[in-house]
């Protein structure tokens, strides 16, 4: 048995819709709180075997409260949560989902990289006060397929987002935010790896990739077909992007005439240019005015150097779970960090 409990202070307005005392009415619906529990029975007496909290707030609109609906499918439920998500839990342990929202983007990028057998022994050990109730809604699902089950969070499935957008598109005078979690490299050998932008597939994995998105052999670089819905849009969408007329440059910033090498005769002007902001980093106080910026592309746009000398920007110092012995960068997030990673400190919900 399934129980809906909705908990909180809840204050109405008064006169009803003066919307004072504030906040009151709908705009005190945010103080509540909506938990699923389940019951069992045991000795003519229904006890309570799980809760599962959501973190959902209603829109405060006007005149009627949106209800907290969960739904059951099968062996599991799921639930409405911050930011219109949905969170998915086993229906007869409450656990799995949970654990994942609570774990951070690091340690989840992390794990669904292990082989299923680690990963699994991870899984539980990262969450104790789980362990249990863990181990037995994960007992049914093999090694093998454990790493897809624990990465496959939705934010790659196209026909669910494009169902979404079309919602939204209903409403466009409210203000609407979507949030899909997504893996960098999804479906490839790689994926969630933190230097997997300066990773390459070998030939055969190439020719595996090729085969499952159904593209021939000599076709990997064939555009869209001319006059087709697709190829209309790639053209659209590139006179909109096209660059317009530069305003004048500002005054140019004092630097350093010269900086110490090694530098190679020939190299690429990216390589260059990482090299030369490793060299600033050693110049102070020049290096105390030089931020950068990258959206997830850190390696592979040459600012391996400069990080590991200058740290990633991060509201708080925080753990690194990433433990190889041998990297090319060391991933140092803290207060004092003159990195930026786009994205990287956004909401971190589904």
Known sequence: MFVLEKTGHYVPCDPPGSRTPAPCGSDAWAS??????????????????????????????????????????????????????????????????????????????????LPGAALREKLLSGAPEQAARLQKAIARVSDAELPTLLADLGGHDLAELLAALRDFEASPAQPTVLFAYTIKGWGLPFAGHPL???????????????????????????????????????????AQLREPERAAA???????????????????????????????????????????TSPDVSISTSLAGWINKTGVYAPREAVDYETETQRLMRWAQRPTGQHIELGQHGCRRL
């Open 32 to 113: 509540q709180v909506w938990t699923e529990r389940a019951l069992v029975w045991k000795k003519s007496r229904l006890v309570e075997r799980w809760r599962f909290t959501s973190d959902w707030k209603p829109a405060p609109v006007r005149n009627w409260e949106p209800m907290f609906q969960p739904a059951l499918s099968g062996s599991y439920l799921y639930f409405p949560g911050a930011g219109g998500t949905l969170l998915q839990v086993n229906a007869t342990t409450g656990a799995l989902r949970r654990r994942i929202d609570d774990m951070s983007n690091e340690e989840y990028q992390a794990l669904i990289r």
């Open 196 to 238: 997997n932008h300066s990773m390459l597939l070998n030939a055969e994995q190439m020719d595996a990739l090729r085969a499952q998105l159904g593209v021939a052999a000599g076709a990997e670089w064939d555009g869209f077909a001319p006059g087709s819905p697709a190829a209309e849009l790639c053209q659209t969408v590139a």
């Open 250 to 292: 500002p005054a140019a910033v004092e630097v350093p005439a010269r900086v110490a090498g090694p530098f190679p005769e020939t190299t690429s002007t990216q390589d260059m240019f990482g090299r030369i902001l490793t060299r600033l980093a050693d110049h102070a106080p020049l290096r105390d005015y030089l931020v950068t």
